[in-house]
């Protein structure tokens, strides 16, 4: 695990100097991988390639340095990830006479490329981006994982390619700060993050999951690839227990090859289907007590510790939990968010943070339950999909338009919680006729139409969806595999996995998700829907894989996740700071928004008059990330 960076120069430059550029890229990165770094540089008159790393060792410490190279220095290798079939595939090249150096999943990576090219990289079950420099094809190569668990941006100026594990090594190698993005911008005010290809920097992208870049380093041109389908399996009549046995199976064979590791390794447990079920697997696994961890709130109704404990007096594990307040996160609430070098207003980020940094006090591998909901159909979004369709062949238009109207006032509240009036409120709103349902409820923060009054003319950009519509083949989403597809595109990419990756490299600690594996993805997408989804039970067959291992009913018992009563944080210790960013002058300055609409916005929140806490935070986190980046007071 670690972190990368690379230019490509169109001109020949001295290696002293792509080393002193590359380091200070690195330098930037220190914390996804303190153990060691390596420079790589090669320079010919017409194109100058530097690639860098630096690593976490997490798998052969000794031995698996980078770059790495073939035995005739031909190709070249910087690598972030886990490849968690490697050892499967490197018996495979062994048998084909292939010879290894090292026990590296990177070697593996690196020899395979040299046996099939680009068509080596669909073999590939990990979560990666790395680059490769081929001076036999004069061609870099950089890649990303099916899911995108690992970050890669990227951009093109008129004589350099620069690309990165995270935007600020790469921002910082430019002129000058880029111009916001229109389209970035639109993205996260609807969603709370930014998905790719898109980032909050014009001309600046992301690699968009399961994809490569080609590089040609003669014509100085890119053209992106994808790496692989998604293999379109059929199991429609199979029946439910033959299923459920397949899924256990599955997950447990994915459990396994995501526990390999040279170092300690443990869970985090939320006390949740996922946690629980990838914790009590792994502790099946080993041949000593595990180490779980979990965090909890002050405040009641977003603590959720009682669950975690359940679960680890179930698999006897070495338990830690951690209980924060608001103090806890006072002193760290810049870092964590500023860490995201874009806007991002998930908060989920911020415990998150917190349990990674008391984690990486006791391991550096944590596997976590990340993915399931999407996998598995988990959230309540999938069943609003299901009942969107319903509501909508039964409710006429017009008498939709007058229930909504009427219960818009009803249903508002003062206080920051998520009570069932919020998801009533929220799920009226969404309701569509067009087809655009799903579209709208994964939209956290502003309605398309709130979005316009927001934004001034000039900033606002509408159909921000198409390009995504056009990626999945889903204008209408009707089904829930059409929902997933579009989390995995949107949700999962852009927010799960940045919150993730970021918070867990933050502190040095690398995490893994089991249920991020293309196979259960495929699998799961082959069953009938009723078996992921039987009334009102999500992850129907998730569930019934596991359920005897647990006791009666606690799987089907609802969890929350990591809620942060951040509307309450809003009008306590982040007032003062939040109404600074509502100043009438700085506003103007900004040419962004409409003063009219973003003031009354937050004062009534601020006032308590209304519970606009989705909305202010995300508008709070923008402006946090704005003021860091551009300086404006």
Same mark, same amino acid.
């Given at each position: ?54 690593? &976490? ?398 934004? &001034? ?48 490299? &933050? ?127």
């Amino acid at each position: 695990m670690c972190g990368i960076n690379g230019v490509i120069h169109s001109s020949l430059i001295d290696n002293q100097s792509l080393k002193e550029q590359l380091g200070s890229m690195n330098n930037l990165i220190f914390h996804r991988g303190p153990d060691e770094d390596g420079i790589y540089t090669d320079s010919s008159d017409n194109a100058s390639v530097s690639m860098a790393m630096r690593r &976490l060792s997490i798998i052969d410490l000794s031995t698996g340095k980078q770059p790495m190279h073939t035995a005739n220095n031909d190709i070249s290798i910087v690598f972030n990830g886990e490849i968690y079939n490697y050892q499967k595939l490197k018996v495979q090249l062994e048998t084909k006479g292939v010879t290894f150096n090292t026990t590296s999943d990177t070697e593996v990576i690196l020899k395979l490329y040299e046996q099939e090219g680009p068509d080596s990289f669909k073999k590939l079950d990990g979560m990666f981006a790395f680059s490769i420099h081929d001076k036999t094809k004069n061609k870099v190569f950089i890649t990303r994982d099916f899911f995108g668990e690992k970050p890669l941006y990227y951009t093109k100026t008129e004589d350099t390619f620069i690309y990165a594990s995270e935007l600020k090594s790469l921002v910082k190698q430019l002129p000058k700060k880029p111009e916001i993005s229109t389209t970035g911008l639109n993205l996260y005010f609807r969603l709370t993050y930014i998905p790719a290809p898109y980032t909050i920097y014009d001309n600046v992208f992301k690699l968009k999951a399961n994809h490569y870049i080609e590089y040609d380093l003669e014509s100085k041109s890119l053209h992106i690839e994808e790496i692989s389908q998604v293999n379109e399996l059929d199991n429609k009549h199979i029946s439910f227990d033959e299923a459920k046995k397949n899924v256990n199976t599955l997950v447990r064979e994915s459990v396994e090859s995501r526990s390999i590791s040279d170092v300690p390794i443990g869970t985090f447990l939320s006390g949740g289907v996922d946690s629980s079920v990838v914790s009590l697997c792994l502790s099946q696994m080993s041949d000593k007590k595990i180490d779980t961890f979990s965090i909890g709130f002050e405040k009641a109704e977003f603590d959720e510790t009682d669950k975690s404990q359940v679960v680890a007096k179930l698999i006897n594990s070495n338990h830690h939990e951690f209980i924060i307040n608001e103090k806890d996160l006072e002193h760290n609430v810049d870092e964590i968010l500023l860490n995201f070098d874009e806007p991002f207003a998930d908060s989920s980020a911020l415990p998150t943070y917190l349990v990674s940094n008391k984690t990486r006090e006791y391991v550096k591998v944590a596997l976590t339950g990340d993915g399931g909901d999407e996998v598995f159909a988990g959230y309540n979004k999938h069943y609003m999909g299901k009942l969107n369709r319903k509501y909508t062949s039964v409710i006429p238009k017009f008498a939709h338009n007058g229930l909504k109207s009427v219960a818009t006032n009803l249903l508002k509240t003062k206080d920051d919680n998520r009570g069932k009036r919020f998801k009533v409120n929220r799920l009226l709103k969404a309701i569509d006729y067009s087809g655009e349902f799903y579209w709208n409820i994964i939209s956290l923060a502003f309605t398309d139409k709130e979005k316009e009054r927001l934004f &001034l003319p000039h900033m606002h950009q509408a159909s921000i969806f198409e390009s995504y519509k056009k990626d999945t083949g889903i204008a209408a989403p009707k089904t829930i595999t059409d929902f997933r597809e579009i989390d995995r595109h949107t949700s999962l990419e852009g927010d799960m996995l940045v919150k993730v990756d970021r918070t867990s490299m &933050l502190n040095s600690l690398e995490c893994r998700a089991p249920f991020l594996n293309k196979s259960i993805w495929e699998y799961t997408n082959s069953l009938p829907e009723e078996y992921l989804m039987k009334g009102w039970s999500k992850k129907h067959i998730l569930k019934e894989a596991f359920k005897d291992e647990f006791p009666t009913d606690f799987l089907e018992k609802s969890k929350q996740g990591f809620g942060v009563p951040v509307g309450d944080w809003l009008r306590s210790s982040l007032k003062a700071e939040l109404e600074s960013y509502i100043e009438p002058k700085f506003v103007g300055s900004q040419n962004i928004f409409q003063s009219n609409t973003i003031i009354p916005l937050v004062k009534n929140h601020l006032s308590g008059k209304e519970d606009n806490t989705m909305r202010v935070w995300t508008y709070y986190c923008f402006q946090k990330w704005y003021l860091n980046t551009y300086s404006v007071i």
